[in-house]
């Protein structure tokens, strides 16, 4: 049912840099502030990046958001391991007036 | 500090109705642009938004679940309600509740820890 599309999985070495994409619409992504969140293993969803690219007190400036058109993208640079979660993408949708999550992407340190 | 926390049922059955409890503490629904949302996330699989209640009374649900849903809030015990109707297993969901500061198009900042509830029989 997720209306934003992500890649399902992405991985690299401590130290990397990986990028997630998030693809959406004009509705989405495309007219409205883009969110990340984090969720480690067995706990509840952590906000990452708001309004595309700030970063709530507390977050290290290893996260980047970014947004192009009708598709975000969050940047992990200095992979850690304790970066190996999974990565939601969301935005308020216009058409549906409501929030709509991105189908998840599992980073792992390799 | 802004904390929330989920209650309700752990076991439903298949029609029944589920009724989920969001206490929270550290702000006040009476205060403008403030707003509780429930979100819900099946095992293994991906969040999926529910419903938002505002400071105004401003009240939003996921289409696809609109007519299953009902959410209200008690200013005075510091609670949000979801209520979901007729529930069946591919409802067996983690539940959410989560706060948010602004317009209903702003982020859910602070999550509660979430409460599993299965469907079945």
């Known amino acids: 049912q997720s209306v934003l599309t992500q890649p399902p999985s992405a991985s690299g070495t401590p130290g990397q840099r990986v990028t997630i994409s998030c693809s959406g619409s004009?509705?989405?992504?495309?007219?409205?502030?883009v969110f990340w969140y984090q969720q480690l293993p067995g706990t509840a969803p952590k906000l990452l990046i708001y309004r595309i690219n700030q970063r709530p007190s507390g977050v290290p400036d290893r996260f980047s958001g970014s947004r192009s058109g009708t598709s975000a993208s969050l940047a992990i640079s200095g992979l850690r391991s304790e970066d190996e979660a999974d990565y939601y993408c969301?935005?308020?949708?216009?058409?549906?007036?409501?929030?709509?999550f991105g189908t998840g992407t599992k980073v792992t340190v390799l | 500090q802004i904390t929330l926390k989920e209650s309700g049922p752990t076991l439903v059955k298949p029609t029944q109705t589920l009724t989920l409890t969001c206490t929270f503490s550290g702000f006040s629904l009476s205060t403008s642009g403030v707003g509780v949302g429930w979100i819900r996330q099946p095992p293994g699989k991906a969040l999926e938004w529910l419903a938002l209640i505002s400071w105004n009374d401003d009240k939003r649900y996921s289409p696809s679940l609109k007519t299953r849903l009902s959410i209200t809030k008690d200013t005075s015990k510091n609670q949000v309600v979801l209520t979901m109707t007729n529930v069946d297993p591919v409802d067996t969901a983690t539940y959410y509740c989560?706060?948010?500061?602004?317009?209903?198009?702003?982020?859910?900042?602070?999550w509660g820890q979430g409460t599993m509830v299965t469907v079945s029989s």
């Open positions: 989560a706060h948010k500061q602004g317009t209903p198009s702003d982020a859910f900042d602070i």
């Open positions: 004009s509705s989405n992504i495309g007219s409205n502030s």
């Open positions: 969301a935005a308020w949708d216009d058409s549906l007036s409501g929030y709509v």
